[in-house]
């Protein structure tokens, strides 16, 4: 695999496309990748205004309310993850060249075969999370299809009641629901594959930066083990600096992301632990009608591995930081490294919730109180 081209035809490639589909990618031409952003808003504007017209319809029903929040909460999510990068295109821009200037610098050394392996777990994690989502995601959108499906090849006498993809009215555009059910459905199914696109671009590519600096940090490791070896005072002081070097881009890397995306994270934690509640409800009202009860759990699912997907890095950036600590004392590095790396890295929520997954089990714990509170309630 060539370095330089690990976004091109490398592990990243994947990554890459994901971005330029929704205007994300830095390095697509300005004008398309304008017009890209415009078309994708466009898009999600088109559904969210019937999505509110519907929760102003139906808001003296609480039933009703929990499933059309659901809907603009999710939205409301998508959206964020734009926003952030929109507004941080340049700093993401700044990472990528970083990513393969890291590569360039290793490119000779031993430690390559680290930055190729945490490359690769970064692959393998975007493809599992893909997965998971797309297909979830698909089986949410295509499940309200039901009906018809049954009345083709079970009919009867009249037709079955048939639901929509997303809790919208659409009378508001003087459209009629049962005359245009199919293109209503494929609009709504066609946002729900933008707005799954939007989660997948942002938490892959966060995904790989994380799993990039983590491979720098044992990347430190590997560089001061080359000191155990019978070597001369000179080859041991160009150690130490290289192991200082690739200490420093992998910190500087770990507080940009940190500063980057803290304040994300505090909306995304906050929005996933309601969701998971309002979910939970969901569920329960659904208990009667077996394809919908499916589709709930499969998004209640989906949540929970999203918010999962959201607390690993920061479990990741925590323990290879604090693994340099101990390559450190191995090595006998300098006091400078030393201090440094007493305390290790982390990401935060807002700057004061720490990602990790402790950290998750006990939002899932609020979020199941909340959810039997609300239960209790209705």
Not at 16 to 43: D, H, N, T
Not at 77 to 106: C, G, P
Not at 316 to 325: G, Q
């Amino acid at each position: 695999m060539k370095t330089g081209d690990i976004f091109s035809d490398g592990y990243y490639k994947r990554n890459r496309i994901f971005m330029v589909l929704i205007g994300l990618w830095p390095e697509y031409p300005k004008r398309p990748r304008i017009f890209v952003q415009c078309l994708a808003l466009l898009s999600l504007v088109s559904a969210m205004i019937p999505q509110y017209a519907f929760l102003i319809k139906v808001c003296d029903n609480m039933d009703d309310v929990i499933f059309a929040f659901v809907d603009q909460m999710t939205v409301s999510v998508a959206l964020v993850y734009y926003y952030v990068f929109i507004k941080n295109m340049e700093w993401i821009h700044l990472t990528i060249n970083q990513i393969r200037e890291d590569w360039r610098i290793l490119e000779k050394s031993s430690a390559l075969e680290t930055l190729q392996t945490y490359a690769k777990r970064g692959y393998l994690a975007t493809t599992f999370y893909t997965w998971v989502i797309f297909t979830t995601g698909i089986c949410f959108s295509l499940l309200p299809l039901k009906p018809v499906a049954l009345d083709i090849i079970l009919p009867l006498n009249e037709s079955r009641p048939r639901t929509n993809v997303l809790k919208v009215d659409h009378s508001i555009y003087g459209i009629d629901k049962d005359k245009y059910y199919f293109t209503i459905s494929f609009h709504g199914i066609m946002n729900v594959v933008l707005l799954l696109n939007f989660i997948v671009a942002v938490d892959t590519f966060i995904i790989i930066l994380i799993e990039h600096c983590c491979g720098l940090f044992e990347a430190v490791g590997d560089i001061l083990r080359q000191m155990q070896a019978d070597i001369s005072p000179e080859h041991q002081h160009e150690i130490l600096c290289d192991a200082i070097g690739v200490h420093h881009r992998a910190l500087t890397l770990a507080d940009s992301i940190e500063s980057t995306f803290t304040m994300m994270y505090g909306f995304i934690v906050l929005v996933s632990m309601i969701l998971v509640s309002l979910t939970g409800i969901e569920i329960i009202l659904k208990l009667g009608d077996p394809a919908e009860l499916i589709r709930f759990a499969l998004y209640g699912g989906a949540q929970i591995m999203h918010l999962l997907f959201v607390s690993i890095p920061g479990q990741e950036i925590y323990d290879h930081s604090s693994r340099v600590l101990e390559e450190t004392y191995i090595s006998k590095l300098i006091y400078i490294m030393l201090m440094r790396s007493i305390k290790p890295m982390h990401l935060t929520a807002g700057g004061f919730y720490i990602l990790c997954l402790q950290s998750f089990g006990n939002v899932l714990k609020t979020s199941f109180s909340f959810f039997t509170v609300l239960l209790s309630s209705r």
